[in-house]
Structures are given as C-alpha cells and as structure tokens.
C-alpha cells in the first residue's frame, strides 16, 4: 500500500469514527427533540454505555441493558438525597415531599403500599363507570348547546361541530378529572384543580417564573388541603385522601406536609402522562399508520388497547429515568464509578433491534410485543417482550393499569363520538420532546381534528 493509500485510509477510518461520535449537545438540540431515534440508534449499536461528561450522565439505551438497571436494586438507587440528611424534602420541587424522591428503601415500598392497590384490580373496576362518565361529561361539552342529551343524541350532534383541538379540549381535561375525584376532592372545586394541576406541571420545568407559578399554585391547594386532611382524621372516608391520612409504616403517620406531597404527586402523575398517553396515540393513529386506522381500527375498536401498548413501545411520553449507582460498576467494558448519574432511555430499549423486529414501524399488529397487562419484569409467560413506558422493577409505575384504562375508554368514546375522523392539517410538526431538564412529556403540541357533519 503506498503513502497516499494509506493515507486515504486513515482519512476514511477517522471520518467513519468522526460520523458515529457523539457530541453531547445533540442531546439538546432541536433536531434530538422532534426526532430523536437516530440518536439512540447510535447510542445503541455504538456507544452502550456512553459517558455524557456535558451533562455529567452515564447514558444507557439498550433494551436489556435498561432492564437489568431497572431491576437492580443494589448497585442501582432512585433517591438523589439522603432522606436523613440536610436537604429539606421538598423545599424547592413543586410537589413537596414526594415519593419520588424516596430510594429503594422501605420507607419507599411502605409509601406505596399505602395507594397501590387502589389503581388496581376490583378497586380499579369499581371506578370504570366514573372515568366513563368524565369522558362523557368532556365529549358532551365540546357542544355546550347538546349537554345533557343522551348517547345517542350526542354522537351526532357532537359530529356537527366538524372539529376539535384534541390536547386542550379534551386531553389536557381527562385524566386530572378522574384522580381529583378518586382522591375524593369535590367535584365542584374541579376547575380550581385542574388550573392548581396545569401550573404545578408548568412548575416543573426549568425554574424563573414558571417554578414561582407552580409553588404558588401548591401553596394554595395546600391552603386548600389543610382543613380536608384534618377532616379526614376526624372522620375516616373510603377516598384516597383519608386512606393517605391514616396510613401507617412503623407506628408512624405521615406528617401534614408529606400527605400534601402525596396528593400533588398523585394529581401531576395520575394526569400529565395519561393525557400525553391519549394524544400520542391519536397522533400516531392519525399521521403514523391512517392506514391501520382505516382498515383494523375501523374494523375492530378493541384493537385500541394494541394502540395503547405499541404508543408506549414506539414513542412513550416518558422517554428517560434516572437512577445513580452505589458502588462502581462494569458495563460492556466502561468503568462508572460510585455516585454517578445514570439516564436510562427508555424510548431507545424500546427500538432496539436485538428484541424487537422492525422496531422503527408503528405496528398495532405486531407479535413480537406483548400487548396485553403491563408486568414488572420484561418478559412474559408468552415469550414476547413488554414495553419499558412504565418502568420496571421497585418503582415500576403505580398507575399503569388506571393510565391503560382511561386512555382505552377516553380513545374509544372518541372514535364513537366523531364520525370518519381524520386530521386537519396535512402538515404536523409532529410529536416533539421538551426541552431537557424541563420536567415535561413527549407528545405533540396541538392536534387538529376534522369529522363529518
Ligand atoms: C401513560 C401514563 C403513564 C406513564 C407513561 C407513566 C410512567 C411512569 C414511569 C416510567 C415510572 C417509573 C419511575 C421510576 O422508575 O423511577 C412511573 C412511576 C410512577 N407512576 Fe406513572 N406513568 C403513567 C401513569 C400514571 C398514573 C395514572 C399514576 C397514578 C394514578 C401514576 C403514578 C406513578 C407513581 C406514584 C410512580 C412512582 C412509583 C414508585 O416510585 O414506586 N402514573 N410512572
């Protein structure tokens, strides 16, 4: 080989290497917001275990990979703080105290215990007519003038209006109804929660304003709470607040601040994912596959509950968990050391071509995902792999079955609702990310909907 040969060589390899590199601030651009799957590609089949020093992570994105951290409880922990330490739980987060913030520790598996079976099993049955009673309430008052009228009536006149902005009309509306009322708040301060709800959300984000909104929205539910809890104490209820109140763990309740926290959290968590659930799925229904919609969707609307797994595979509302180690560990040849910031995407696992075939094509027919009840674990008895929307492991989401419900009721009362949806513009910006470290979802931004009248 001559000089020059060689020389081209060379040139070839570091332009190869030059092209699968990472620059961390991808992770912030606005290409990485709209579309963020060939990045993760990248991550995957390159970088598996990717030292972020930018923003001081360690990015793990491989399906098993996400899995084994998920389910590894002592090299991998949740709790950023020392509960016992100086940090004061809550001062500067919206929610207050919360269960988030807790490790994997028994205080942790107690907080949850207290509220887990309530999104659940019978209890979650009992509840099935209510959240289908606020879908229907939410429908109805897209056409103020039919309220009230019945099913039947309603479908066509409601089909009479021609459009709907989905997200702000009845996303945005759903779920933070359904958990206010489980919580047992009345129904009549409703409308004061959702707006507490939209800016405690907003509060999240990066701070300034939008976190001086969000505290001040907590501090007036707490004002609002006060009374509620000491009621509660008096005189025990069968809602979520009262079984909150008297909850125990080591001869201990909870004190005032750390039921509020409860509460908040339950309110943001209960609603800002399942909304974005909601019109994810539509979206991708509508732009993503119009043809499966027409052709299985219009067919069969029990398939909506395939629409609701592959939307949590495809492009779940939360693309990434947290976790730091707790002691230095090995991982396909990389060395973390102890107290090192973990980011698992969840979104990237769930594209990984090592579980799942064609990842890249939203496909509500699929046979490789296992489409039925989430699992704590990522493989079923049928042999197929779960998604990771949820989490898995201690922490593995609460809700996971209430969000499956309400997003399956809300898209097929909908579907009833509109005759021949379809969307309005041609053009969508599509599902975007927010922006990192702001707290948000994944989920588009506006969703325009025409119907027949
Ligand atoms: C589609 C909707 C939802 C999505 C995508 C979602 C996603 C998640 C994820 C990924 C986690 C894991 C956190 C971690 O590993 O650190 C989680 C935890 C949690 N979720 Fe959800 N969630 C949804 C709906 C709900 C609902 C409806 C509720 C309550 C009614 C809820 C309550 C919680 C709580 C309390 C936790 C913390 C659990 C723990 O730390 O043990 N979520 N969720």
């Excluded at 109805?140 to 009230?148: A, C, H, L, M």
């Excluded at 779960?386 to 593995?396: A, D, I, K, R, T």
């Excluded at 053009?427 to 325009?448: K, M």
């Amino acid at each position: 080989m001559t000089a020059t040969e060689e020389s081209v060589n060379m040139d070839e390899a570091i332009q190869e290497q030059l092209r699968l590199a990472i620059d961390p601030r991808e992770f912030d651009g606005p290409e990485f917001r709209r579309d963020p799957f060939p990045l993760y590609k990248r991550l995957r089949d390159h970088h598996p275990i990717y030292q972020d020093l930018f923003h001081n992570n360690w990015v793990v994105s491989r399906y098993d990979d996400v899995v084994a951290v998920f389910q590894n409880n002592d090299d991998f922990d949740r709790g950023v703080y020392d509960p016992k330490g100086d940090y004061e739980f809550g001062r500067r987060h919206v929610f207050g105290p919360n269960i988030l913030e807790y490790g994997n520790s028994d205080e942790h598996r107690f907080l949850r215990n207290v509220v887990a079976d309530q999104f659940v099993g019978n209890r979650l049955q009992t509840f099935l007519p209510f959240i289908e009673q606020i879908a229907h309430e939410l429908l109805t008052g897209f056409v103020p003038e039919v309220y009230r009228k019945s099913a039947d009536d309603l479908a066509e006149e409601f089909a009479g209006t021609g459009e709907v902005e989905l997200v702000g009309q009845f996303c945005n509306q759903f779920p933070i109804r359904v958990i206010s009322n489980m919580l047992g708040l009345p129904r009549e301060d409703e409308d004061t929660f959702v707006r507490w709800y939209q800016h405690l959300i907003e509060g999240l984000g990066f701070g300034g304003e939008h976190l001086a909104r969000g505290l001040q929205a907590r501090n007036e539910m707490w004002a609002y709470l006060d009374p509620m809890i000491r009621e509660r104490e008096a005189n025990p209820t069968e809602d979520l607040v009262s079984r909150i109140v008297h909850a125990e763990f080591r001869g201990q309740r909870m004190n005032p601040d750390e039921i509020k926290g409860f509460i908040a959290l339950l309110l943001a968590a209960g609603g800002d994912t399942t909304e974005k659930a909601i019109a994810n799925m539509w979206y991708h229904m509508l732009y993503t596959r119009p043809d499966q919609f027409e052709h299985e969707i219009k067919r069969d609307p029990s398939l909506w509950t395939n629409v609701f797994t592959e939307m949590m595979r495809y492009d779940p509302v939360v693309h990434t968990q947290g976790r730091h180690t707790t002691r230095e560990i090995r991982i396909h040849g990389e060395v973390i050391p102890e107290r090192a910031n973990i980011v698992m995407y969840l979104a990237a696992g769930n594209r990984d071509e090592r579980v799942f075939k064609d990842p890249d094509t939203f496909d509500i027919l699929r046979n490789d995902l296992h489409m039925g009840r989430e699992l704590r674990s990522g493989r079923y008895a049928d042999g197929k792999h779960g998604h990771l929307g949820f989490g898995m492991g201690q922490h593995f989401c609460m809700g996971y079955a209430m969000a499956r419900q309400e997003a399956i009721i809300a898209s097929t009362r909908l579907f009833e609702a509109m005759k021949n949806p379809r969307p309005k513009f041609r053009d969508h910006p599509g599902v975007t990310s927010p922006a990192t470290g702001s707290g948000g979802f994944r989920t588009p931004e506006e969703l325009w909907i025409e119907f027949d009248v």
